[in-house]
DNA sequence: TCGATACCTGTCCAAAAGTACAATGTGCGC
DNA sequence: GCGCACATTGTACTTTTGGACAGGTATCGA
C-alpha cells in the first residue's frame, strides 16, 4: 500500500512520515504523473492553501488518478465535504488528524470503505433521508405506489431496463411491464423517461397529460 | 473482534462461517441480551424476513447494542438503505457477498468507516449535494458533443420523444436517432433513460463513468 | 364467504427506439 | 484544392417498450 501525500506545505510531513514512514511525497496534483500500474495506494490531498474554486477541481485530478482520495482541510465544514466528496473523494479529515487516525482512515479507504469524521456522517445520513424517496416521499403521488411498483420505479430511476428490473427483483419482464403500466398511470408520466426524471424530481416537458 | 449474526435463515450461516469462523448466531435481536462490556464487535443483520415496517426498528435496536450494525438486504435498494443507515447502521450490502466481502466490510466498519455498495455510495453523494448548495459542475464530458448534439441531448434530457425533438429541431426522426447514436457513444451511456439522467447529474447503477 | 386489492403471468400486437450500412451536401483549415 | 468533421437523410433490420385482453394466486377485511 503505497502513500502520496499532495501539499505545498513541508510542515505537515513530519506527522504524515509518523503515520507512513515510507509515504512519497509531492506539491501538486500535476506532479503525481502517471499512475503507476503497480500495487494501490492512497491518495492525501490537503486542500487548505487552494483557493476555493480550485479545490473541486484538484479532487476531481486526483481522483482520476486512480486511487481512492482523502481530502485533507483545515477548517472541515459540510458543505464543502458534500462537494468534494461528490468529487470523488473516499474520505474526508482533518489536516491534523493524527498519525492513529491517519492509518485508521487509509484501513477503511483502502478496503472500499467511506470515511468522515462522525459528526459529519450524522449529519450526512440525517441529510440523506430528505432527499430520496422514503416512506414520506417527497412528492405525494408516489404515495400512491403499491410497495412493489416503488421497487419498479427506484430501478428506472437509476436507468435499468426491464429485463435488468426483472432480474434484480426476480419476476417476468412482462410483470415489470404490468408494473410500469400501472406506475404510468398513477404519476401521470408517459414512458419510462419520464418516469426517471420524476422520480429525481426533474421536470420535463409534457408531463401534463 | 466478535461478529454476531442475526438471522432466521439457518442456510446463510455457512457462508459467514467462512468469513468469520469464531461467529456468534443469533436469530433475534431481542436475544442478544445484554451488551458486553468486553471486547468490541459488529452485529450483523439480515433483514430479509422481516417485514419492512419492522425493519427500522430492528435495526435501531440492534443499534443499542453498542457495535457497528451492518444491515444485509437480499434486494438492496435505495430508499430503504437510506432509511436504515439513517437509523443507526454504519454499512449496508448484500445478503449473499462474498465472504472476502464481508472481511472487508468488516474491517472498514471497525475502524469507524462507513460501507455502502460503491453505486450507492456515488448515488448517495450525488443526492447530498442537492441539499447543500454548490455550483452544479458540469461534466466536461458534454464537450465532446458538437452543437447539434448537444441540442438533441437536452431534449432527451427533458424526456421528449425523438418525434417531439424532430419537430423541435425541425429535422427528420432518422436524423435524431443519427444524432443520438453518437451521442451514447460519445457519453458512454446505453440509452436516452442513462442519457436523461445523466444530464441531470444524476449517475445511474449501470453506467461504468 | 365474498369482494377488493395486490401480485404475478401469458399471448398477441403495435409503436418506439436503436443499429448497420450507405450516401449527399456544407463549411473550414491547411 | 483536398481532407475532414459535421449535419442530414435513406433503407432495412433487431430489440425494446408499452398496451390490450385474459387470466391465475394470495391476502385481508367486511
Redesign the pocket.
Known sequence: MEHLFITPAGKLRDRWKQAFPRGRAAVQVADIGEATSGPRGIVWLDIAALAPAERSAQVQAAAAFGWPVVVMAATPGESEAFQLLNQGAMGYCHLKAAPEQLREIALVVEHGGFWMPPELMQRFLALSTRVVPTEAPIDPELNEL????LMVAEQVAHGA???EISEA?D??E??V?????AI?EKLGV???VQLALAMNNIPTYTTVN
Not at 177 to 181: E, P
Open positions: 403499491t410497495s412493489r411498483e431496463s426491464n429485463r427483483l419476476i417476468t412482462r410483470t411491464k404490468a408494473h410500469l403500466s404510468f408517459r414512458d419510462r
